[in-house]
């Protein structure tokens, strides 16, 4: 049984929300796992528990990191902005060493789980300013993974697992319509009201609002008023 | 200057504070760094943030990860008792990939910081149990901040230094009081009182107290008063 089990990188966002409809299509045991870094919002946090219970995940957790403490990123820190314009190079909302931090809480679960699986959904394509979502880091981390635990040690292998690398954003879509996810359940935006709806102008929203856009389905993201019509 | 700056992992124990001596031998600027992972104790993390000033870091942060969440280990979950006795394997104190994440905390931190130099103070000997304390781990972790940082990515490179991995207790005791280190301030013991007086019965205090005798120093360690005769 411990074979099958796998920890799942779960934001509440498109991506991870996809991710984690594909690690239940491919009949893995499913321990989905968020992270509480100091967001600026809760909604996405919310939004993560929900389709953890909906996709039929065996457990949810969400792990608590004061990021806001180490700054650097507009995503955690008060004083910088959220651009509200796509800029050239890596962006402000990057949060530094982001996947190697939820990497490692992620295996530190898949050890007691006896998992030897995490899937993440990082996607090099949309996000190629990123140093950690290309797959020479995704390799490099899994000889970490081996070496660095009981569970990788005594089986020789540990997988992680990134179905999206890939992918457009018009396939991700496509496969988690196919897949039969409700997007307007989740929340992508970098700055989304209480109830979970997004301001429709941030790079997390732009890049979303493209996707629905050229995959020809209609966008079910629930907009702030002010931007419902734009 | 960035390229002397170093995060150094501090816990308050024994081996973390020769580490960070060392460090501000070799003249790195360091960024001591202690994680409040649900320990039973704050004895060491007080200690972790005296020996910080004592020793002239130029900065000392302190994260919160409830860890206890995660559980599997007897340091963090109060369910499990930790033992008194030297067993075989793996010990039930084994805090789950707690190298992989306490590298990867430091690593976002080094981030900001522009560092690219990570000190830990693991030891293949003493704790040849643990599979992320073994060389070849952390030249894993090593190729890791290298692919996923920015500042590995720019510089080509980014070193985590392990001066302890090979070293005995003794040898590490000694390179210490050679350095000047009070070890009187610094706490191992794993149920420390509020005051950061040892039990003199755990695992942490039986290789402490081992090492002291054989270096032929006489133990600084505040023992708690029922075993302060042992």
């Not at 039929?56 to 969400?62: F, M, N, R, S």
Request: proline fraction near 4%; include cysteine; aromatic fraction near 8%.
């Amino acid at each position: 049984m411990s074979a099958a089990r796998a920890v799942v990188l779960l934001s509440g966002g498109l991506d991870s929300t996809t991710l984690l409809a594909i690690a239940r299509a491919e009949h893995r045991e499913c321990f989905s796992l968020s992270l509480d870094y100091g967001q600026r919002h809760r909604a996405e946090l919310e939004a993560a528990r929900m389709i953890s219970t909906r996709l039929g995940a065996a457990e949810h957790k969400e792990l608590k990191l004061d990021f806001g403490q180490i700054g650097g990123s507009a995503l955690t820190d008060p004083a910088l902005e959220i651009p509200l314009e796509r800029t050239p190079g890596i962006p402000v909302t990057y949060v530094p060493a982001r996947n190697t931090v939820l990497l490692g809480l992620a295996l530190a679960w898949a050890e007691v789980l006896q998992a030897n699986e995490i899937y993440i959904g990082v996607n090099a394509i949309d996000y190629s300013g990123y140093p950690d979502c290309r797959p020479e880091f995704v390799a490099a981390f899994e000889t970490v993974a081996r070496l660095g635990t009981k569970a990788g040690v005594s089986k020789g292998s540990f997988q992680i697992r990134t179905p999206l690398i890939a992918w457009s954003k018009v396939e991700i879509i496509l496969r988690g319509v196919a897949l039969g996810i409700d997007y307007g359940m989740t929340v992508s935006c970098y700055q989304a009201d209480a109830d979970g709806r997004a301001c429709g102008l941030c790079d997390a929203c732009f890049f979303r609002r493209e996707g629905f856009a050229a995959a020809g389905i209609v966008d079910p993201t629930r907009y702030q008023g002010v931007v419902a019509n734009k």
